[in-house]
């Protein structure tokens, strides 16, 4: 299940010339070298275009119009575009090389990701997971300094000739009075200020602390009581998408979040694909560290701007992600982690000044980031296992986090197991042709009964797209009603305005251009099915394969967490009818949202937490599936809807969908 | 017993005009603004100039030639130039500032110091205290990472499916499975290199571990075998002499040791002007900072090079100072140890980056203070401590450690006292006529007898002037043979070839010109025999308050450790002559020389004796002499050779020499 390309390669040893690039509707232009192709030279002119496959010319995301004939255009050999299209003038902008001075419109549908949604503030509001409602009975039996960072107001007994202990003595003493703390350190240039600063203020200050392995450094000293205004920052870096919540360090409450796509795409849609752009490409390592570090400051500048917080009070940041995600952000090569036997450079990470790895918060800020298990299983599974509770229970879960990667994590208070599995970007939106993510506008529900089609989109606006959920509905409709076959080919015979012939094949109109927000019919196609079904197996054969490797049936877990960024909603019913979840009764599911981001949460503001993550990461046991025979050939098995073993599937087969 | 001086201010509103300064021998050259001294000049120049007042224009040490006229020459002013020196030509660089070009040539005996002894290799021996001769047994208690910095070689098992460990868990697995580590940090640039290194040394490595409050951090990966290659440095920061010690911090040897003056001199000679001088002109602690941060720079340069070991391989430098002079390293605002209540920023001081402090070894290498116990009594006294072992012992024992400030330490292993007085440069060969550091060419030891005089100088060159241990003895000479009244002033009554009048007074010369090392007189003056004995009441004074504090007599001291920089040598029992030392049996003296940096070295060495020098630190109560009324009756009562009150010093009276 990994998709693999080569890095480009250009020519070398012919003479360079270079050429401008203006971007239409906000000219934005790129000075590049010949050759560089329009998706590249977007990326260096800041301008965001769609683009989920990585610039492999299989997604059509990327579909631009140009002026001036020099440009080399290759996308007729792509199928991906209409007829209509090509006549109309698009291209593909990843595959097109620049040959000279080129004006390029972006059509809203392949800037709204990037421009139109999340620019216009389309916070995404995500489930809260059960561990946070449990969270502040936690929460007092842990000392005052549990978030990553606090903030504390001492009003300090002036010195005299005999309380004359050092300025620093004199803060320690205090911060000892009230809390028992093994080992206190300091930063040089702290202390530098520290004399002047004390005076000034009358000895009323506000220390800023931030966690150290056994203790507590002080981070920061300012005048007077300021000890009210103190965020972090919990961030999710998925491979597709980046979601940040701005935290209330203080109150431990979420004051906002955003969300969007990882820049990195543009070196590769999958984690194995951007490691080999990392470790096969000369200076490879830099261009994607920059890219989520851009993400990542990008969003936290758009949170404290509308939200009306000092960039100065953000002092932490904690930030999950999967192995390949976190090593890229810290600047770690990722190289190793993709070659037997699959040794990442780090799976704990020290905590860290985030002005060190380049994110923008209080200078004197810090950065953690979860702790992972292995290669393929990271801090992002081990927040979920936070967020989840799994490993507080006697009961048996399972965690099933649906993203470009699958990772399965089962176990309880006594033992953890986990795996991971490429599951491809198609949940995420990506590799379908109208698909996007789960954000304003993108169609995120929809039934369907006597051929006719209900959509529901995120924010009630007009749809411009189908993200995951949308597609999962989709899908389970479409089957229930017999329009597909297990197979996922549709069924011609059936009498259905929607279903339409076009060049690429048989698709299924589920709104009119008419009636669309892009004026194009939003549609899914055979490919599209045939995608989503080879991501649904690839999580659905893992889970089963860490099942039955402890020895356990699906009948004998008690507790099912789903998890993704499907938004709020995922309908698990449709979930288990295309066979991407076990057919357990539906009151064991629950739908926790994006559970990285919960559990970074949690660990900001816990440091309880944080040392359970520790303790978890620790305990559990990763299996290895691409060395298990048994994984192959059961998801072969299950690329049928919703599996060549029925039996499986009572529940669905008990409606007599299929068969 | 403080010398204070106001910073000089330069006129404002002026047009600013340059003038070019050169100096020979060397042709230095400066440009400078109208007014700036010849002295000040030196300085921007990187020319050494003479001078121990810290350019007050009465230690005579900075005198020079001028050519042109173009300069004020306002060193009439100043007595302190003989007519002959005036007549030849001679000026006072301190108290000339430029007026246009102008050249400036530095006769030898103004730039000995900097040039002439130390650049030519002029290493100082210093005695071994007691406890560093116990040392080799404590240190088999400590475990394997008891110094500052430590280097150990891994070899590592090569990673496998079945051992699928991330790189740096393997490294911790492996420094774990031969030590009990609780705590183990690295920072984030050392990971970035990991992965790569580890594969390409074929799992063969060398890990520079630093010692941490709760650990150790992992400062440095190298490939293959290099931890037979690890050195520190151990400096004592005076406040006239800076002394460091290259130490092989595989064996604990010295290697090398090196001495030079402490470049502050230039912003004032003691710690009050200098903080003035920080304190009072606008940014005047940046060149404190980097005038003492120079001359370290430029000691372990020459330590690395003289001894051909490479500063990449010095990972550690443990310093210690008196509180103002830690604080001028660190860059820290000593404003408020001046000013009543007392209050340093810090006594502790946090592990630091060396190159955090500006001081160049390995990048990655540390920098450690001393713990010090309050605003005058710093970390050297702390160290000293440690050297002579006085919190070891159950007898009651006394230190005195005698530079430009005199500290003193009174106790046994339950209980330690201490106070400082200020002591003035005396003893360090400043303020007086001839006087000079311990290095060689300075007279280190004299004996007076019917007349006759024999002088001994450091490394048997030719005279060039007198050390402080010189001084101890000349003037125990001098009153032992009645040639001065125990007021000091010269017996003219007697018939002596050697005692001249000059126009500055009379002065009993040592070292007539002919002999001398410089061509000229080498001699004392009434002022600086009125100055010495300032310097030892202030001592003595200290001494006996200390010791009546806790309701002793000097008898019940059973130990007395005397520590000074003075070279290898002391005269106790003319120290006991003029009244410097109590008048108690030789057997109970130990002199220990710097104790200081034999102090710095053990706790570079040993993490046991640093974590030791804390409890000591906060174990010391200090008593603060400016507050007591004893202490000014005292310094008065001692103002007489040896001291008004005969009685206290029997054994001198005994020699029927006074009275």
Same mark, same amino acid.
């Given at each position: 299940m990994e998709f693999k390309r080569k890095p480009k390669k250009r020519g070398k040893g012919k003479a360079t010339k270079f050429f401008e690039v203006v971007y239409l509707p906000d000219e934005k232009k790129a000075t590049i070298e010949k050759g560089v192709t329009l998706l590249e030279a977007a990326g260096i002119a800041g301008v965001?275009?769609?683009?989920?496959?990585?610039?492999?010319?299989?997604?059509?995301?990327?579909?631009?119009?140009?002026?001036?004939?020099?440009?080399?255009?290759?996308?007729?050999?792509?199928?991906?575009?209409?007829?209509e299209e090509l006549q109309e003038g698009y291209i593909l902008a990843c595959q097109t090389p620049v040959e000279g001075n080129v004006e390029v419109e972006i059509p809203p549908e392949s800037r709204m990701e990037g421009e139109q949604i999340l620019t216009e503030g389309g916070a995404v509001a995500y489930s809260e997971p059960a561990y946070v409602e449990r969270h502040p009975q936690e929460e007092a039996k842990v000392p005052f300094y549990s978030p990553l960072t606090s903030k504390v107001y001492l009003q300090l007994p002036h010195p005299s000739l005999k309380d004359n202990l050092s300025d620093l003595d004199r803060i320690y003493r205090e911060l000892r009075r009230k809390w028992d703390i093994p080992v206190l350190d300091i930063d040089l240039d702290v202390i530098q200020r520290l004399a002047r600063l004390l005076r000034q203020s009358d000895w009323k200050i506000t220390v800023t602390l931030g966690r150290e392995p056994q203790g507590l450094r002080i981070l920061q000293v300012e005048p007077g009581d300021t000890s009210k205004k103190n965020f972090g920052v919990a961030v999710d870096v998925g491979t597709t998408t980046v979601v940040v919540q701005l935290v209330n360090?203080?109150?431990?409450?979420?004051?906002?979040?955003?969300?969007?796509?990882?820049?990195?795409?543009?070196?590769?849609?999958?984690?194995?694909?951007?490691?080999?752009?990392?470790?096969?490409?000369?200076? %490879? @390592?830099? #261009?994607?560290?920059?890219?989520?570090?851009?993400? *990542?400051?990008?969003?936290?500048?758009?949170? =404290?701007?509308?939200?009306?917080?000092?960039?100065?009070?953000?002092?932490?940041?904690?930030?999950?992600?999967?192995?390949?995600?976190?090593?890229?952000?810290? %600047? @770690?090569? #990722?190289?190793?982690?993709?070659?037997?036997?699959? *040794?990442?450079?780090?799976?704990?990470?020290? =905590?860290?000044?985030?002005?060190?790895?380049?994110?923008?918060?209080n200078p004197y800020g810090l950065l953690a980031c979860m702790p992972g298990v292995s290669s393929y299983v990271g801090g992002d599974i081990t927040a979920g296992v936070l967020a989840s509770g799994i490993d507080d229970s006697s009961h048996q879960s399972i965690l099933i986090d649906i993203g470009t990667n699958g990772e399965i994590v089962l176990g309880n208070n006594e033992w953890l197991v986990c795996c991971s599995a490429s599951a491809g970007p198609a949940f995420e939106g990506g590799g379908t042709k109208c698909g996007m993510r789960a954000v304003e506008g993108a169609i995120q529900s929809a039934s369907i009964s006597d051929g006719q089609v209900e959509v529901s989109t995120i924010g009630g606006a007009k749809p411009l797209g189908i993200c995951g959920s949308g597609f999962i509905d989709i899908i389970g409709g479409l089957f229930e009603n017999a329009l597909i076959h297990p197979d996922g080919k549709f069924d011609m015979d059936q009498a259905n305005g929607r279903l339409k012939k076009t060049e690429e094949g048989v698709e299924f109109v589920l709104v009119f251009g008419k009636e669309s927000g892009t004026g194009k019919d939003i549609a899914v196609t055979e490919f599209d099915i045939s995608n989503l079904i080879?991501?649904?197996?690839?999580?659905?054969?893992?889970?089963?394969?860490?099942?039955?490797s402890v020895g356990l049936d699906f009948s004998a877990i008690d507790r099912v967490f789903v998890a993704g960024g499907f938004g709020n909603y995922l309908n698990i019913e449709k979930a288990i009818t295309i066979g991407l979840l076990p057919d357990l009764p539906l009151d064991r599911f629950q739908f926790i949202g994006n559970s990285s981001v919960a559990g970074a949460r949690i660990?900001?503001?816990?440091?309880?937490?944080?040392?359970?993550?520790?303790?978890?990461?620790?305990?559990?046991?990763?299996?290895?599936?691409?060395?298990?025979?048994?994984?192959m050939d059961e998801f072969i098995a299950a690329?049928?809807?919703?599996?060549?073993?029925?039996?499986?599937?009572?529940t669905v087969m008990g409606r007599g969908i299929a068969g």
């Open positions: 965001h275009i769609n683009n989920v496959c990585g610039g492999q010319g299989v997604c059509g995301k990327c579909k631009v119009k140009i002026s001036g004939s020099t440009v080399a255009d290759r996308s007729k050999y792509f199928s991906i575009l209409s007829k360090l203080v109150t431990g409450q979420v004051v906002a979040s955003y969300a969007s796509h990882n820049s990195q795409i543009r070196y590769g849609e999958d984690v194995i694909s951007r490691m080999i752009y990392a470790c096969d490409t000369a200076n %490879g @390592l830099g #261009p994607l560290n920059q890219a989520v570090i851009g993400n *990542i400051n990008e969003l936290i500048q758009r949170l =404290v701007r509308s939200e009306g917080v000092s960039l100065e009070d953000v002092t932490a940041i904690l930030v999950a992600g999967n192995t390949t995600m976190t090593h890229l952000l810290l %600047g @770690l090569e #990722p190289c190793f982690i993709r070659l037997e036997p699959y *040794i990442p450079t780090a799976d704990t990470f020290p =905590v860290l000044k985030a002005a060190e790895a380049g994110i923008r918060i080879k991501s649904k197996a690839a999580v659905f054969a893992a889970a089963r394969v860490l099942v039955r660990a900001l503001v816990s440091n309880h937490a944080f040392e359970k993550a520790e303790t978890v990461a620790k305990k559990m046991t990763y299996f290895e599936l691409s060395v298990r025979t048994d994984f690329l049928f809807l919703p599996h060549t073993n029925q039996k499986l599937f009572p």
